[in-house]
């Protein structure tokens, strides 16, 4: 159980076009997701937390304009990069946390983001 | 959310165990010590968390001080596979807004 999927697992975007990636828990209802962003050999950096049905809550430096999200349903959030830039291009993890156990966090496949 | 430090890197030969610490000074009475392990290009995974008492499960063991200032994760026949970067996270353990924030973590790499 406790299952997150991300898709698409690797995406490769021209500069200035927007990118949407999708995050999915497959066997729970997810009431909160977060997302993170971590460029090669660096930890994981928290970018957002958005809960179903209400505005996500953004991390300070990270531009609410540029990466949308939308947490429309208990199964699924999306991230969408817009006119990405070369910068922009990293991996995008998401996670999922449910009402089920501790609350714990569970953690999707991950995306690679590559801006060309 | 208290932080933790760990060391950058250990070794460990295949079949012996694999003893990570971590310190977590300032950590505060209703805060978990949860432990992530991320292998390359994946998405971590949760291997186990604890409050105040030693805690064990199918893959690890975690030893938490009586004073809760520190913690070690016991990987108890150490593979292969276990090679990754093992996260120790101090956050609070319910609610919707405990987000958990990830320092450098540990690498572990496990030889022949």
């Known amino acids: 159980g406790a299952v997150v999927s991300q898709h698409p697992s690797w995406v490769i975007c021209k500069s200035g076009t927007s990118v949407k990636i999708e995050c999915r828990s497959l066997?729970?209802?997810?009431?909160?997701m977060f997302w993170y962003r971590q460029f090669p050999k660096q930890s994981l950096m928290l970018m957002a937390t958005?809960?179903?049905?209400?505005?996500?809550?953004?991390e300070q430096g990270v531009e609410k304009d540029k990466f949308l999200i939308n947490h429309a349903s208990l199964t699924l959030s999306t991230l969408t990069v817009t006119s990405a830039h070369p910068e922009d291009s990293s991996f995008y993890i998401c996670?999922?946390?449910?009402?089920?156990?501790?609350?714990?966090?569970?953690f999707g496949p991950g995306t690679r983001l590559t801006v060309t | 959310d208290a932080k933790t430090t760990q060391p950058t890197s250990m070794d460990c030969a295949e079949g012996r165990a694999a003893n990570l610490p971590c310190n977590h000074s300032?950590?505060?009475?209703?805060?978990?010590v949860y432990w992530y392990r991320q292998i390359h290009s994946q998405g971590p995974q949760y291997i186990i968390h604890?409050?105040?008492n030693n805690e064990t499960n199918e893959m690890a063991s975690l030893i938490i001080t009586e004073d809760r200032k520190s913690s070690t994760l016991i990987l108890p026949h150490a593979t292969l596979r276990d090679t990754a970067v093992y996260y120790c996270?101090?956050?609070?353990?319910?609610?919707?807004?405990?987000?958990?924030?990830f320092g450098t973590g540990t690498r572990l790499q496990v030889t022949l």
């Open positions: 958005s809960n179903e049905g209400s505005k996500a809550t953004y």
């Open positions: 996270i101090v956050r609070l353990g319910t609610g919707t807004a405990s987000k958990l924030t």
């Open positions: 300032t950590i505060s009475g209703n805060e978990y």
């Open positions: 996670s999922a946390m449910g009402l089920a156990g501790a609350y714990e966090q569970y």
């Open positions: 066997d729970f209802q997810a009431t909160t």
């Open positions: 604890g409050l105040k």
